[in-house]
Nanobody
Framework: QVQLVESGGGLVQAGGSMRLSCAAS????????MGWYRQAPGKQRELVAT???????NYADSVKGRFTISRDNAKNMVYLQMDSLKPEDTAVYYC?????WGKGTLVTVSS
């Protein structure tokens, strides 16, 4: 079973940057698409970004040009670099691999 552990969340001012990390267990990491999702208070969980095994990326319109997803297959890690953060980016951020989810890390952007 895949286990995912997110880290790097916290409090940041609007306009600032933050980098999230997700560590994945297991030997299947490098052959599947990884994704970052987020869930704001009172809202449904939504896709933020995905990256395939071939490093092709896809982003939600709301984060295009501000967020960058990357992966390091040798370390079983996926990252989310978040720049020009806005208060509306405040949410719990989760990584996903196949049907497995991490427990999430809270990002709070103050205005």
């Amino acid at each position: 079973q895949v286990q995912l552990v997110e880290s790097g969340g916290g409090l940041v001012q609007a306009g600032g940057s933050m980098r999230l990390s997700c560590a994945a267990s297991g030997s299947i990491f490098n052959i599947f698409t990884m994704g970052w999702y987020r869930q704001a208070p009172g809202k449904q969980r939504e896709l933020v970004a995905t990256i395939t095994s071939g490093y092709n990326t896809n982003y939600a319109d709301s984060v295009k040009g501000r967020f960058t997803i990357s992966r390091d297959n040798a370390k079983n890690m996926v990252y989310l670099q978040m720049d020009s953060l806005k208060p509306e980016d405040t949410a719990v951020y989760y990584c996903k691999l196949l049907g497995s989810w991490g427990k999430g890390t809270l990002v709070t952007v103050s205005s």
